[in-house]
T-cell receptor, first 116, second 111 residues
């Protein structure tokens, strides 16, 4: 069964500093991997996705992630943090449900705090 | 235009009541889902439907019953509500195996 582990329930960085949010996955088949962001009292918005094409994936708002099969990782980075990046971030892997309805298994989330 | 919409946004009710949450998507997707987010923000899939057919049915009490009248709608009916049902419920849709688009959520509070 697929699973995702996000290291660090809270990450605090200074404005302008590098953002690094860690995600490791476990999957018996080549995975599809996703990063979602959730702002307070809102739904989830897709940041980026890996679907077996390029291993370095660029997303919205300056975020990117690199798929590393040897490390079973899909860490999210942003070179320079902005105050508006403060939110909850979720890494997810697709569930091989068959029947054409793959759900997602989510990590427990990382709360990103931006210090002024 | 809202891609995935849910009603209501907030739902406060007493234990033992029956309630429904409605979800609609205008993206033309074949697959729709219900997820539950608990107070610690952990997200877990409950159900998925593909072309109105139930595909995923996680370990969810049978008090929860999804209904998909057509591809664009997936409703969630909950019988005999319990305190532990308090959570945020998210609807999502996708064109498998691509990304899922989430609705704004319904915050259910059971008192």
């Amino acid at each position: 069964a697929q699973s995702v582990t996000q290291l660090g329930s809270h990450v605090s960085v200074s404005e302008g500093a590098l953002v690094l949010l860690r995600c490791n996955y476990s999957s018996s088949v080549p995975p599809y991997l996703f990063w979602y962001v959730q702002y307070p009292n809102q739904g989830l918005q897709l940041l980026l996705k890996y679907t077996s094409a390029a291993t370095l994936v660029k997303g919205i708002n300056g975020f990117e992630a690199e798929f590393k099969k040897s490390e079973t990782s899909f860490h999210l980075t942003k070179p320079s943090a902005h105050m508006s990046d403060a939110a909850e971030y979720f890494c997810a892997v697709n569930i091989e449900a068959g029947g054409g309805a793959d759900g997602l298994t989510f990590g427990k989330g990382t709360h990103l705090i931006i210090q002024p | 235009d809202t891609a995935v919409s849910q009603t209501p946004k907030y739902l406060v009710t007493q234990m033992g009541n029956d309630k429904s949450i409605k979800c609609e998507q205008n993206l033309g997707h074949d697959t729709m889902y219900w997820y539950k987010q608990d107070s610690k923000k952990f997200l877990k899939i409950m159900f998925s439907y593909n072309n109105k057919e139930l595909i995923i049915n996680e370990t969810v009490p049978n008090r929860f019953s999804p209904k998909s009248p057509d591809k664009a709608h997936l409703n969630l009916h909950i019988n005999s509500l319990e305190l532990g049902d308090s959570a945020v419920y998210f609807c999502a849709s996708s064109q498998v195996p691509n990304e899922q688009y989430f609705g704004p959520g319904t915050r259910l509070t059971v008192t």
